[in-house]
């Protein structure tokens, strides 16, 4: 089966492939890669020397294997459909059965409605005119009027009932009426389903059988087509073998010819190279007549210079004499300007008496300053103390107005949760109502400078600051790259000697290169006071810095240099890195920026440490939060039930006060019923009205 379909699809590509017109995005663009890779395959052809057309041609004859999965697609695929047809009729049938049920259930539906909308209205009406009859029976007077009102009330009531009870029971007979129908449809039902599984297994066996046959076809085909295809390629792999003997015969032969050719032309190159030869060696010979000529006026230029020299030395000789007479004259120079220093040394002697006067007087104020400063210093620490205490007391006052905040949404939500919705309440974690006063964020920890030159020197220094951040949770990444940082450390390690001691340098001797530079590392670390790895980073951007400064100044300098200095001097070392002869200078700048970089701390108040406000936010969000989103629309869910719930509550405490009234109303009549009946005039009249009351009493 997966072999016909593997045929199947290849034959479709091969015959109608993917279209430019097609409307799928994809299928055009497959259908560009196709038509690209046929070009490219006709150019390769063409360079080959194959004929286009012969290939057309063959292209154009179809092959029976291909004609055969065609006709066995085409049957399979006529086959399958009639099949779908013949399975999908049962839910065709079904789907227009329930169709019609649906429209006939709707017009019933409309009937119902319509039915119940009638009877609604006239039992409204009828109730109506009974409420206004009972207005109108509590202005009768006369008992015989009361009866009769009231025994018309109570049959229109009745009929209401009546009528209310009939329309119940016809609902009731047409709710039976649905589920008689109901279990016809299901029963229906089963029967479909039992056909369109005895459809569909019948459809299986028959698509097995026909795809079998169909794939028997198939194989039968393509090994006669295999036979036919071994017997041309066998017929056409003899003719281009003979072909192929023949071209190398007749190559055999023009290499024959070649070979006398260039035999030929040998010899005309020994005759041609000799010839050449002798018209050389004439003019070698010439050559050496001139240079001899040349030779002999070296020699007569040599004599005229050598008399040069001698006038030289007798002019210097008397230059000597003249210099010895400036040296005396300079001598009595020396002499004069000692006079003139040691009247200098005088005046320096008070100069200095002076200002050691002025740095007396410089020194007193510098105290009183001090002084100053240090009670500048005490009220400030005075103040910073009254501030932290004002911020702790307004942050603990605001603390506890939210924690009491929280304890009342949470009782009232747990009260929501309990007796309205009668739903388990749980708890939501409450881990910042333990805390009291402001919040502390502990300072990150930090690698020794030690560590981070180790790591950075034996190659593992991106692991181990990897590692590192994930460990902490920290993910931003190290201010610079370890192999910068390297860099400037063996830069520093080979121009920092001096920070040593000589003893330690001849005991690093015998060690290896690594484990050298990590000992003088940690003597330089030691000598400069670099504790931690932001001192290194420190140190590393420091001389990075310092070294473009220098380059930026030597390139200034370099403006009026020709364009060969320029380029040596720029080349002599690396442009992102520090010259060597610059570390020292580097070094002392780094040293006095870190030691007064230090010594700010110091000045700082105790107490008057910054606080991070990092998480303040969070904490107060989270308490702010601590019902959530989902609970609050839950709230007002409640809050609109319990709304409807008060109408409902209000109208019936309006029920009630009329049906008080209307109780009162009847006691009321019951009283003046009986003030008639016990009358004395009732005694004197022929027929009292107890008989009529009788009567009625007993007809009804």
């Given at each position: 089966m997966s072999w016909v379909s593997t045929v199947m699809e290849g034959e479709e590509a091969?015959?109608?492939?993917?279209?430019?017109?097609?409307?799928?995005?994809?299928?055009?663009?497959?259908?560009?890669?196709?038509?690209?890779?046929?070009?490219?395959?006709?150019?390769?052809?063409?360079?080959?020397?194959?004929?286009?057309?012969?290939?057309?041609?063959?292209?154009?004859?179809?092959?029976?294997?291909?004609?055969?999965?065609?006709?066995?697609?085409?049957?399979?695929?006529?086959?399958?459909?009639?099949?779908?047809?013949?399975?999908?009729?049962?839910?065709?049938?079904?789907?227009?059965?329930?169709?019609?049920?649906?429209?006939?259930?709707?017009?019933?539906?409309?009937?119902?409605?319509?039915?119940?909308?009638?009877?609604?209205?006239?039992?409204?009406?009828?109730?109506?005119?009974?409420?206004?009859?009972?207005?109108?029976?509590?202005?009768?007077?006369?008992?015989?009027?009361?009866?009769?009102?009231?025994?018309?009330?109570?049959?229109?009531?009745?009929?209401?009932?009546?009528?209310?009870?009939?329309?119940?029971?016809?609902?009731?007979?047409?709710?039976?009426?649905?589920?008689?129908?109901?279990?016809?449809?299901?029963?229906?039902?089963?029967?479909?389903?039992?056909?369109?599984?005895?459809?569909?297994?019948?459809?299986?066996?028959?698509?097995?059988?026909?795809?079998?046959?169909?794939?028997?076809?198939?194989?039968?085909?393509?090994?006669?087509?295999?036979?036919?295809?071994?017997?041309?390629?066998?017929?056409?792999?003899?003719?281009?073998?003979?072909?192929?003997?023949?071209?190398?015969?007749?190559?055999?032969?023009?290499?024959?010819?070649?070979?006398?050719?260039?035999?030929?032309?040998?010899?005309?190159?020994?005759?041609?190279?000799?010839?050449?030869?002798?018209?050389?060696?004439?003019?070698?010979?010439?050559?050496?007549?001139?240079?001899?000529?040349?030779?002999?006026?070296?020699?007569?230029?040599?004599q005229l210079n050598q008399e040069k020299l001698e006038y030289n030395f007798q002019v210097l000789k008397k230059r000597d004499e003249e210099n010895t007479i400036t040296k005396s004259q300079q001598k009595r120079r020396i002499t004069r300007l000692q006079d003139v220093l040691n009247n200098l040394k005088i005046k320096l002697e008070k100069q200095i008496k002076l200002y050691k006067e002025e740095n007396q007087s410089l020194t007193d104020d510098f105290k009183r300053i001090a002084e100053q400063y240090k009670e500048l210093k005490k009220k400030m620490r005075h103040f910073a103390a009254v501030d932290a205490k004002k911020f702790h007391d307004i942050w603990v006052m605001n603390e506890e107005e939210m924690k009491q905040l929280v304890q009342k949404v949470l009782e009232v939500d747990r009260i929501i949760h309990e007796q309205q919705l009668g739903l388990p309440w749980k708890a939501p974690d409450l881990w910042f109502m333990d805390n009291v006063g402001p919040l502390v964020v502990k300072p990150k920890q930090q690698k020794t400078a030690s560590m981070l030159a180790k790591e950075v020197m034996t190659g593992s220094g991106r692991d181990a600051m990897t590692s590192g951040d994930q460990e902490s949770g920290d993910s931003s990444p190290p201010p610079l790259s370890p192999r910068t940082v390297k860099q400037i450390l063996e830069v520093l390690c080979d121009e920092s000697g001096f920070l040593m001691e000589n003893k330690l340098v001849q005991l690093l001797s015998p060690l290896e290169k690594d484990e050298r530079s990590l000992i003088r590392l940690d003597s330089i670390f030691g000598a400069l006071q670099i504790e931690r790895e932001d001192d290194v980073y420190k140190l590393v951007d420091f001389f990075l810095k310092y070294g473009q400064q220098q380059e930026r100044s030597l390139q200034d300098e370099e403006e009026g240099a020709q364009d060969s200095d320029k380029t040596h001097l720029r080349t002599s070392h690396p442009t992102h890195l520090i010259h060597p002869n610059d570390v020292l200078r580097a070094l002392t700048a780094f040293t006095m920026e870190l030691h007064h970089s230090r010594e700010k701390p110091h000045l700082r108040l105790p107490g008057s440490e910054e606080r991070h406000s990092s998480e303040d936010a969070a904490y107060w969000s989270t308490a702010a939060q601590v019902i959530p989103q989902s609970r609050l629309k839950v709230w007002d869910a409640l809050e609109s039930a319990m709304e409807k719930y008060y109408d409902v509550l209000t109208c019936r405490s309006q029920l009630i006060t009329e049906t008080s009234s209307l109780r009162q109303q009847n006691a009321e009549l019951r009283m003046l019923l009986h003030q008639y009946l016990n009358s004395r005039i009732n005694a004197e009249l022929e027929i009292p009205p107890t008989q009529i009351l009788q009567v009625d009493s007993a007809h009804v």
């Open positions: 091969a015959t109608s492939g993917p279209s430019l017109d097609s409307e799928d995005q994809q299928e055009r663009i497959q259908a560009r890669r196709l038509r690209i890779t046929a070009r490219i395959e006709a150019k390769r052809r063409e360079a080959l020397g194959e004929d286009p057309s012969s290939m057309q041609e063959h292209k154009e004859t179809p092959r029976k294997s291909y004609k055969q999965v065609d006709d066995s697609r085409q049957r399979l695929s006529k086959l399958v459909n009639d099949g779908t047809q013949l399975v999908t009729n049962i839910q065709v049938a079904a789907d227009a059965r329930e169709t019609q049920r649906r429209a006939e259930e709707e017009e019933l539906k409309r009937l119902r409605v319509e039915k119940i909308d009638n009877e609604e209205k006239s039992s409204f009406e009828k109730f109506e005119d009974i409420t206004k009859k009972w207005l109108l029976s509590g202005e009768k007077k006369i008992a015989q009027e009361l009866w009769t009102a009231l025994n018309s009330q109570q049959q229109q009531c009745g009929q209401l009932i009546e009528d209310k009870n009939t329309l119940i029971g016809e609902l009731q007979q047409e709710l039976k009426r649905k589920d008689e129908q109901y279990v016809k449809d299901l029963k229906k039902q089963c029967e479909d389903i039992n056909l369109l599984i005895e459809r569909m297994e019948e459809q299986v066996r028959s698509l097995s059988r026909t795809y079998r046959d169909e794939l028997l076809q198939v194989e039968k085909t393509f090994e006669q087509e295999r036979r036919e295809l071994l017997y041309k390629n066998r017929n056409k792999w003899e003719q281009e073998m003979q072909t192929r003997r023949d071209e190398e015969l007749e190559s055999l032969m023009n290499r024959m010819k070649k070979v006398e050719e260039y035999e030929k032309q040998l010899n005309q190159c020994r005759v041609r190279d000799g010839e050449e030869y002798n018209i050389i060696k004439i003019k070698l010979e010439t050559d050496v007549q001139i240079l001899q000529q040349q030779l002999q006026q070296m020699k007569a230029t040599y």
